[in-house]
């Protein structure tokens, strides 16, 4: 994400400039608390294009190829991705199915609308980003739209040596009006 909470199009302005041994290792350490993935629409249609025509050589291509990815969608009717499945019913109830069954975490890469909407409807766990110190000015934003206030509580930050913040927050649970 750059620094103005762009999220579109990293690849123009982020991974070139900011991709480095120290991220690798960030972005490798969440991969392994993770077995599963969670796309939108669109980011599974762009990732299903690039992913499987990447080798092991490639960070997450192996990840993403193998683990279980559930995809919320109410216009796809067929996935063509391996080990890909709809999720097409109430976002709540499939979600907490999901958190449910054994294993570790479910990774979201991407998805703004998703994340954001997990967010609002207070279904995301952990909120994990990596701030480039870069301010685009245009391009989709992770929290456009937002109008009342996201309480969010810090779990973890670092700082990087090429100026990324690497930051994981929680949503922080109201008590109700005071």
Avoid at 90 to 118: F, R, T, Y
Avoid at 138 to 158: C, H, I, M
Wanted: a negative charge; hydrophobic letters at 40%.
């Amino acid at each position: 994400m750059s620094l103005d909470g762009v999220v579109e199009s990293p690849g123009e302005w982020g991974f070139s400039r900011y991709f480095n041994d120290e991220l690798r290792k960030g972005i490798a350490d969440g991969i392994a608390q993770a077995d599963a993935v969670l796309l939108g629409r669109r980011t599974y249609l762009e990732f299903a294009q690039t992913w499987p025509r990447q080798g092991s050589e490639v960070l997450m291509a192996d990840f993403l190829n193998n683990s279980p990815k559930y995809v919320v969608s109410s216009t796809l009717e067929t996935l063509e991705w391996n080990n890909s499945h709809l999720v097409t019913g109430d976002l709540s109830e499939e979600l907490a199915e999901l958190k449910a069954q054994p294993g570790k975490n479910i990774l979201v890469p991407g998805s703004p609308s998703l994340v954001l909407s997990l967010l609002l409807d207070g279904l995301l766990d952990e909120l994990s980003l990596n701030i480039c110190p870069v301010v685009v000015g245009s391009g989709k934003r992770l929290f456009e739209g937002v109008t009342d206030p996201l309480r969010l509580q810090l779990v973890d930050s670092t700082t990087l040596s090429n100026g990324v913040i690497g930051v994981t927050y929680r949503l922080e649970v109201s008590d109700g009006p005071k």
